[in-house]
């Protein structure tokens, strides 16, 4: 089979390289090893696995460090309302392990408050031009940090944060 192989690739009209068909057949050989470990991995639920911070959250975790977890896992917002009427909107880029802290952090996208009488959330705060500056030139601002820090005991409110979900309740209360 191979000399038949050899005679074959030989006979098409492209110049004499020297190890060209290997190159070839080593890159492709390659290609379709990566692909069929991939799915060997992805059968065998390895990407799906979690890390022993995120396995402790779910044993030993309580509710808000699960909420945390949800977030930062699935890449979602989360909303939070202090007991100041301080509300934070959005995403966790750490896990704690549970119970070792009393704070948790999130990168804000917006903040507002929440109004005394009517508990109608406001916002007043955008903080994406100044995320764009920080990750425009992460050099420079290595000791810009983004992060807000909230002691987990101040902490009134906090769940997923759906931005289509509150534009409708916005709406239906305008109307």
Not at 65 to 90: C, D, H, P, R
Not at 164 to 169: G, L, Q, R, T, W
Request: aromatic share 18%; charged share 30%; hydrophobic share 40%.
């Amino acid at each position: 089979l191979i000399p038949s192989v050899y005679k074959f690739l030989y006979k098409l009209p492209i110049e004499k390289q020297p190890l060209l068909w290997t190159f070839v057949f080593n890159f492709l050989f390659i290609f379709l090893f990566t692909h069929l470990l991939n799915k060997v991995f992805e059968w065998c639920n390895y990407f799906r696995k979690q890390t022993p911070v995120e396995q402790a959250v779910d044993d030993f975790g309580d509710e808000i460090e699960k909420l945390f977890k949800k977030a930062a896992k699935e890449e979602l917002l989360i909303q939070i309302t202090l007991k100041s009427n301080k509300v934070y909107v959005g995403f966790v880029k750490y896990i704690p392990p549970p119970k070792e802290s009393n704070y948790l952090k999130i990168i804000p996208l917006v903040s507002g408050y929440r109004n005394d009488k009517t508990k109608k959330v406001k916002f007043n705060t955008e903080y994406y031009k100044a995320i764009l500056l920080y990750e425009s030139d992460e050099e420079k601002y290595s000791s810009f940090e983004m992060d807000i820090t909230i002691k987990q005991d101040e902490i009134l409110i906090a769940h997923i944060f759906d931005n289509e979900v509150y534009k409708a309740f916005e709406e239906s209360e305008a109307e």
